[in-house]
Nanobody
Framework: VQLQAFGGGLVQAGGSLRLSCAAS????????MGWYRQAPGKQRELVAV???????TYADSVKGRFTISRDNVKRTVWLQMNSLKSKDTAVYYC????????WGQGTLVTVSS
């Protein structure tokens, strides 16, 4: 399984970005899929993961600012990031669990203050 992530970039604090990630195989609603991030010098941490339309987990630090969505037919998951803060600066990794865990290549998000 390959995951291709897009959408990172440089944005000012308070701005928005939308990340997308496309899977190379069919995904089902019960396949956990979402995003993790890793800031410089820190461990990779969960940002948001979706398992079906109503089973969504967000990190406390992004609740109310980030929204995850997915389209199983398009094999794609998105992360809408609003009100970005400098502490959101990190490499964002797409994640899919289908038996094993699969990771995308990472996309860098830089938030300037």
């Amino acid at each position: 399984v390959q995951l291709q992530a897009f959408g990172g970039g440089l944005v000012q604090a308070g701005g928005s970005l939308r990340l997308s990630c496309a899977a190379s195989r069919m995904i089902f609603s019960f396949d956990p899929m979402g995003w993790y991030r890793q800031a410089p010098g820190k461990q990779r941490e969960l940002v948001a993961v979706s398992t079906g339309a109503s089973d969504i987990t967000y990190a406390d630090s992004v609740k109310g600012r980030f929204t995850i969505s997915r389209d199983n037919v398009k094999r794609t998951v998105w992360l809408q990031m609003n009100s970005l803060k400098s502490k959101d600066t990190a490499v964002y990794y797409c994640y899919l669990r289908f038996g094993s865990v699969y990771w995308g290549q990472g996309t860098l998000v830089t938030v300037s203050s």
